[in-house]
C-alpha cells in the first residue's frame, strides 16, 4: 500500500509570491491534516480536512488555506509569502474524521527568500 | 489548554545504555497518545498510539506506556540507528483541539557506537 504522497519536496520563494503543496493520502484514507513545523515551535496544526469540508482549522493567518478534492487529494496554498513562512509542511492521512492515528508523507521543505 | 511536554530535550546514550523518555499530557479527554520517530528532514514515522491507562505497547526495543498524565518510551539497549527525534502527541475529545494533533517539542536521541 502506498504511503502518503507531497509534492514538491523542495521549493525555494521569493517574499509575497504564492504556493500550492499539494498531499496524496493513504488509498482509502478520507482525511487530510496539515501541519507546519519549525525548529522553534515544532510541529503546529494547520487545518484538516474531511469528505471535501474543512472539520477543524489552527491557529495560522488567512494566508494559509487549503482545500480537498473528490478523490481526497489535498493542496495547501500560502499567498503573500513572510521570511517566517520558511518551514517543512506536512500532511497527515488518516481513515476517518475521528480516526485516531494519522501517517505522515515526507513533506514539502518551503524556503522563503 | 491541551497541551504536552516532552523531556528530556535531548538524551545521548551509549549503544546499549537503556533509557526512558518521558511525554507529560494535559488534554480535554483523551483520544489517544501517540509516538512517533523523526529522521531529519523527513516525515515522522507512526510507532504506537495508547488509548488508556495502564496501556503498553512494544517494538523491537521500544515500549510505550501510559498512566493519566504521562507516557513514557523505553528504549532497551539501544543502537546507533535509534538514533533520532521522538515525537509525542495527543488528540482530545473534547474542546477547540478536537480532532487534530497537539505535539510536543520531540527528544532528540543520540546514541553512540
Known amino acids: 500500500k502506498a504511503g502518503v504522497t507531497q509534492t514538491p519536496r523542495y521549493l525555494i520563494k521569493t517574499r509575497g509570491q504564492q504556493v500550492t503543496l499539494s498531499c496524496s493520502p493513504i488509498?482509502?484514507?478520507?482525511?487530510v491534516s496539515w501541519y507546519q513545523q519549525t525548529p522553534g515551535q515544532g510541529l503546529q496544526f494547520l487545518f484538516e480536512?474531511?469528505?471535501?469540508?474543512?472539520?477543524n482549522k489552527g491557529n495560522f493567518p488567512g494566508r494559509f488555506s487549503g482545500r480537498q478534492f473528490s478523490n481526497s487529494r489535498s493542496e495547501m496554498n500560502v499567498s503573500t509569502l513572510e521570511l517566517g513562512d520558511s518551514a517543512l509542511y506536512l500532511c497527515?492521512?488518516?481513515?476517518?474524521?475521528?480516526?485516531?492515528?494519522?501517517?505522515f508523507g515526507q513533506g514539502t521543505r518551503l524556503t522563503v527568500v | 489548554e491541551d497541551q504536552v511536554t516532552q523531556s528530556p530535550e535531548a538524551l545521548r546514550l551509549q549503544e546499549g545504555e537503556s533509557s526512558s523518555l518521558n511525554c507529560s499530557y494535559t488534554?480535554?479527554?483523551?483520544?489517544?497518545l501517540f509516538w512517533y520517530r523523526q529522521d531529519p528532514g523527513k516525515g515522522p514515522e507512526f510507532l504506537f498510539t495508547?488509548?488508556?491507562a495502564g496501556e503498553e505497547k512494544e517494538k523491537e526495543r521500544l515500549k510505550a506506556t501510559l498512566t493519566k498524565k504521562e507516557s513514557f518510551l523505553h528504549i532497551t539497549a539501544p543502537k546507533p540507528e535509534d538514533s533520532a527525534t521522538y515525537l509525542c502527541?495527543?488528540?482530545?475529545?473534547?474542546?477547540?483541539?478536537?480532532?487534530?494533533?497537539?505535539f510536543g517539542k520531540g527528544t532528540k536521541l543520540s546514541v553512540k557506537p
Open positions: 497527515a492521512s488518516s481513515e476517518g474524521q475521528l480516526a485516531t492515528e494519522a501517517f
Open positions: 488509498s482509502g484514507h478520507r482525511s
Open positions: 480536512y474531511f469528505s471535501e469540508t474543512q472539520r
Open positions: 488534554v480535554s479527554g483523551l483520544r489517544g
Open positions: 495508547l488509548y488508556s
Open positions: 502527541a495527543v488528540r482530545a475529545r473534547r474542546g477547540g483541539s478536537q480532532g487534530n494533533l497537539i
